[in-house]
């Protein structure tokens, strides 16, 4: 059964830092991995998608890595505004004659000014 | 190309009532996913839908709950005699099956008095 965890489960960090966020993963043979962003009592925001044969994806001050071998995916966000402060999900999905894809339980931020 | 459409945003509901809440997928998309967020917790799936097909629904409790996503019109999500433990968030995703990417809409908040 495929289990994804984020780790740390809430972060804070001053303006200007860069950070880690943290996703693990149980089964390797994913189909993709994304990265979401939501915002309080909002949907959820896709911001990198990675293909399983694809290694990061970038976009903007947002980096995306992939190493399924080791069932981890890191998002790196540099120089972190207070604009940046939601809580980031990670999933992976899986294609077994349908897609299926399963969350983690997310990093809640929050960037101070 | 409109996202995907969730309606009503809120619905509150006493004990016993029924809840529907709909969904429209991006124009194209063919497959719906529904998925429930309690407070403060994170995204868990729930059922798997295709046009007229319910491919997954491992996620639905057994009772009260259904699902369907009919030839002509939305997705609909139906809770028969809601229960308090049924507040939450429902989210409603539309798949792109090229890159396996999920589209979110902006979710349907139920609350059970």
């Known amino acids: 059964k495929q289990e994804v965890t984020q780790i740390p489960a809430a972060l804070s960090v001053p303006e200007g830092e860069n950070l880690v966020l943290n996703c693990s993963f149980t089964?390797?043979?994913?189909?993709?991995l994304q990265w979401f962003r939501q915002d309080p009592g909002k949907g959820l925001t896709s911001l990198l998608l990675?293909?399983?044969?694809?290694r990061e994806q970038t976009s903007g001050r947002l980096n995306a890595s992939l190493d399924k071998s080791s069932g981890r995916s890191t998002l790196y966000i540099a120089a972190s505004q207070p604009g940046d402060s939601a809580t980031y999900l990670c999933?992976?999905?899986?294609?077994?004659?349908?897609?299926?894809?399963?969350f983690g339980a997310g990093t809640r931020l929050f960037v101070k000014a | 190309n409109a996202g995907v459409m969730q309606n009503p945003r809120h619905l509150v509901r006493r004990r016993g009532q029924e809840a529907r809440l709909r969904c429209s997928p991006m124009?194209?998309?063919?497959?719906v996913y529904w998925y429930r967020q309690l407070p403060e917790e994170g995204l868990k799936f729930m059922v798997y839908?295709?046009?007229?097909?319910?491919?997954?629904e491992s996620g639905m409790p057994k009772e009260r709950f259904s699902a369907e996503f009919p030839k002509e019109g939305p997705s609909i999500l139906r809770i028969q005699q809601v229960v308090r433990g049924d507040s939450a968030a429902y989210f409603c995703?539309?798949?792109?099956?090229?890159?396996?990417?999920?589209?979110f809409g902006e979710g349907s908040r139920l609350t059970v008095l």
């Open positions: 995703a539309s798949l792109d099956r090229v890159a396996g990417e999920l589209f």
């Open positions: 089964d390797s043979a994913i189909y993709n």
């Open positions: 999933a992976v999905t899986l294609n077994t004659g349908g897609f299926k894809t399963i």
């Open positions: 990675i293909q399983s044969s694809q």
């Open positions: 124009k194209g998309h063919s497959h």
């Open positions: 839908l295709q046009k007229e097909n319910i491919i997954d």
